[in-house]
């Protein structure tokens, strides 16, 4: 198979992309990967994007996976890695392991921080305060800030109980 | 309101009034969204599909957005209407292959349209002319706002919006900007463009997305990624990013018109010469063609009335516009006849730019004695004075 670029070189370098829901294939040869940054993990995110497949891919073939299926909508990985589709919202849970190696890869973060749903947005709030208290806890203890400490479990307390 | 009627009118972004329109031809942005509970179109069952669509095509229709909406199911639409739609960026091509439960309203100005079935549950589109991603954004949020009062949207605290494919999950947004280049292609700058802002998570494709091939020297740049970012962080990045590309590009083209005037006059006069007088034109040649006469509108040959002419011939000379143009089915070859017969007639009016009048003038810029020449040689700091300067 020849590179895609100088379409002269074998290529050996094979990426996979999915662009606003295409997949897009490309090969590269040894001289025109390095040139397009493909090997500098830190400016190409197709490189992570890879690292991630590569990641749900071994997970996939690991014991007792063949049985994932979504029980919602039926959806198995197999499915998932042919497509690059999921079958549903609870697909999302199903498949929470291999997409988060997944996610790592294409986006700049594993957490959603902008809009939420009005209605949903207090629960939102409040599960993101309780995160950072958690947070902070864990640094306050290994720090031995005690008091700190304290003050942040009674707040974590007392947004449970609001619950 | 019938499709007939809908498309018989040029759409609101085509006037070209937008910041920055010169250069940036478009801002579009797209949100996705699924219903909580329901399987994602891709997996759905036509009926649960057609359930979904009677589920919110009424929601959608009732948007105070839609007075005067059309309304249509893709089922309904004539091959050559659906590609039209694709024409106008109203529908996405996988949207127009698409059968049961899929459909699409869009206001009367062309400016809103939202899928319902598309990848995903609802696929909704704001698009303004020029630089206007803020804008865009602030229309289609208010309406997934007024639309998630009634809908129960797939969301969750910890991923957001959830997506049929993982790429959109998050914000489900994707900002992005068409750009009109012919100079970064011409200096030859476009790839070192390209990779730099693939560098900082955006994507840069071609006019309809395939690879990055340069029809008419367009190119759509977008954000590649979902989550992790809030909507406006991506659309503030985007919109610098823009910035940064008009930037370039109107350097480029004082250094061409500086360096290497005949590399690009002779540029502008042979699409001049060829939109003129020829009697068949393929659709690549005409987008190329006519990029090269929008740069000779901004490099201010043309006035506002021949700018607007040329603008709509990119839309008319699509072959679903030159289709339903005519009334019957073409061949491709009669459709290369009829596109450059309605060129030639827009165009018939157009005065031959002052080519020789610029080259003239770009010499004794360059206090050179140049002669005949064909190509200048490149000064120290080329073009550098004359930034943001109007050659002409």
Not at chain 2, 136 to 151: C, M, P, T, W
Not at chain 2, 221 to 239: A, C, M, P, W
Not at chain 2, 367 to 374: C, I, N, P, R, S
């Amino acid at each position: 198979m020849l590179c895609d670029v100088c379409k002269a070189q074998t290529a050996s370098v094979f990426l996979t992309q999915i662009v606003d829901g295409k997949i897009q294939k490309v090969n590269l040869c040894d001289p025109c990967s390095k040139e397009k940054g493909v090997t500098d993990p830190t400016g190409f995110a197709l490189a992570d994007m890879l690292f991630g497949m590569g990641a749900a891919q071994q997970i996939e073939s690991g014991v007792g996976s063949e049985g994932a299926r979504c029980p919602q909508c039926g959806f198995t990985q197999a499915e998932f890695k042919k497509t690059g589709r999921l079958g549903c919202s609870v697909c999302y849970v199903t498949f929470a392991q291999p997409l988060k190696e997944l996610l790592k890869g294409m986006h700049k973060g594993l957490r959603h921080i902008g809009k939420c749903p009005e209605r949903l947005r207090l629960t939102q709030e409040r599960d993101n305060t309780l995160r950072q208290f958690h947070h902070d806890l864990r640094a306050a203890v290994v720090d031995e800030k005690y008091e700190e400490a304290a003050a942040l479990r009674d707040k974590i307390r007392a947004l449970d109980l609001e619950e | 309101m019938s499709i007939g009627n809908i498309l018989s009118k040029s759409s609101d972004w085509l006037r070209g009034d937008g910041p920055h329109h010169h250069i940036v031809v478009t801002s579009r942005i797209r949100l996705a969204r699924n219903l909580a509970g329901v399987a994602f179109p891709g997996r759905a069952k036509a009926a649960e599909r057609v359930e979904v669509l009677e589920k919110i095509r009424p929601k959608v229709e009732a948007l105070p957005e839609m007075v005067d909406a059309v309304s249509l199911a893709c089922q309904d639409l004539s091959p050559v209407d659906k590609l039209l739609l694709v024409e106008r960026h109203l529908i996405s091509r996988e949207h127009a292959a698409k059968k049961a439960g899929a459909a699409v309203v869009m206001n009367r100005r062309q400016n809103l349209s939202i899928m319902i079935n598309e990848e995903d549950h609802l696929r909704m589109q704001s698009i303004r002319s020029g630089l206007q991603l803020r804008a865009a954004f602030k229309a289609i949020n208010k309406v997934d706002s007024e639309l998630e009062q009634q809908l129960d949207y797939a969301f969750d605290s910890e991923l957001g919006y959830l997506t049929a494919c993982p790429t959109n999950v998050g914000t489900g947004m994707r900002a992005s900007a068409m750009v009109h280049v012919p100079g970064l292609v011409l200096s030859e700058q476009i790839n070192q463009i390209v990779q730099a802002v693939n560098k900082i998570g955006l994507a840069v494709r071609g006019l309809y997305g395939e690879g990055t091939e340069a029809l008419g020297n367009l190119f759509q740049v977008s954000n590649q990624t979902t989550l992790g970012e809030k909507e406006e962080e991506i659309i503030d990045r985007l919109h610098k990013v823009i910035l940064e590309i008009i930037n370039h590009e109107q350097n480029a083209r004082q250094v061409l018109l500086h360096n290497k005037p005949n590399t690009l006059l002779d540029h502008v006069g042979r699409s001049y010469g060829t939109l003129r007088h020829a009697y068949s034109m393929n659709s690549k040649e005409a987008l190329n063609h006519l990029s090269f006469a929008k740069l000779a509108c901004d490099l201010g040959f043309y006035g506002d009335a021949q700018r607007h002419a040329i603008d709509e011939l990119f839309i008319e000379t699509q072959p679903a516009h030159l289709q339903k143009g005519s009334q019957q089915r073409l061949a491709t070859d009669e459709r290369d006849v009829l596109r450059a017969e309605i060129i030639r007639s827009k165009m018939a009016s157009f005065a031959a730019p002052d080519l020789e009048g610029v080259l003239v003038r770009a010499r004794e810029a360059q206090g050179a004695g140049g002669g005949a020449k064909t190509e200048s040689p490149p000064s120290a700091e080329p073009g550098e004075e004359q930034r943001g300067g109007d050659p002409f």
